[in-house]
């Protein structure tokens, strides 16, 4: 799952490298369309419409699983573009031709990013550029990308399965180095489902990045057969991170895991 960013707001995607296709959470889209304060119940609202009327955009509709507000990976409604435009017309907004146009430069985007990858490091700095992000934040953000692809394209080595398997490697190393899991390190931001990274001050993203580089050079050392040795290897890699986290506390006297979120961290208000 990535996200992608629609004035100041995000909807969560995914790409699909068979069919070579985007696929949008029909709830995010809905959300920026209508602005409803229950676009969950507007959803339903207008599926029971849409099934009614015979649509053919109904029966297209399908579930993919996506990060949902309390961390999980939960099965979502999802629409490719051709079903997304499909959808655009049957919610009366004043958002709808602008969001077509992003819709269209969204796809464009990406078969420009698989000719040359460089790309997508140029769009993330273009979209965090226009969410207000300083530029040391944003230079540490994307160097977190890379280390986070590096270990992901390690763990594909080994064996483990995107999904499920991801999530549970990566609160394993997230609660090793901040001694909180993702779900509580994103209640201590009081977020819901916004993106963890997103809202790190650059000490976290850099102890973060330690943690899921040393995991990933524990890996490649040892060579884990299975999945519990890939857990192991995610456990020792975050107590690199620990052990450096508490250092730095110990000389600053000042916590590392931050309450900040990116609202503060936007306007410069990084004093973690």
Do not use: C
């Not at 229950?38 to 297209?60: A, C, F, V």
């Not at 309450?259 to 306007?267: D, G, N, P, T, Y």
């Amino acid at each position: 799952m990535s996200l992608q960013v629609f004035k100041q707001q995000e909807i969560r995607s995914h790409w699909d490298e068979n069919q070579e296709k985007w696929y949008f959470s029909v709830i995010d889209v809905v959300t920026v369309l209508t602005e409803s304060q229950n676009p969950r119940r507007y959803w339903s609202d207008l599926k029971i419409k849409l099934q009614k009327e015979g649509s053919e955009l109904y029966e297209k509709i399908v579930q993919l699983k996506m990060q949902s507000p309390d961390g999980k990976m939960r099965l979502t409604d999802v629409a490719d573009t051709e079903q997304v435009f499909r959808l655009i017309q049957s919610i009366p907004s004043p958002k709808a031709e602008p969001f077509k146009l992003w819709l269209a430069q969204v796809g464009r985007e990406r078969l420009d990013e698989l000719q040359d990858p460089e790309l997508t490091i140029e769009r993330a700095l273009r979209d965090y550029q226009r969410l207000g992000y300083s530029d040391d934040w944003i230079n540490q953000r994307l160097k977190s990308i890379e280390i986070r692809k590096e270990l992901t394209d390690e763990w594909k080595r080994t064996g483990v399965q995107e999904g499920q398997q991801f999530a549970v490697l990566t609160n394993i190393l997230t609660k090793a180095w901040s001694g909180k899991t993702v779900k509580e390190y994103k209640q201590h931001k009081g977020l819901k489902k916004e993106n963890l990274r997103d809202n790190m001050t650059n000490t976290e993203l850099i102890l973060n990045m330690l943690a899921e580089a040393s995991t990933k050079d524990i890996s490649h050392a040892i060579n884990p057969e299975n999945f519990e040795q890939n857990k192991q290897v995610a456990q020792q890699g975050g107590e690199v991170a620990h052990t450096a986290r508490v250092a730095l506390e110990q000389r600053t006297g000042q916590k590392v895991v931050s309450e900040l979120s990116a609202k503060q961290l936007r306007i410069g208000k990084e004093k973690s």
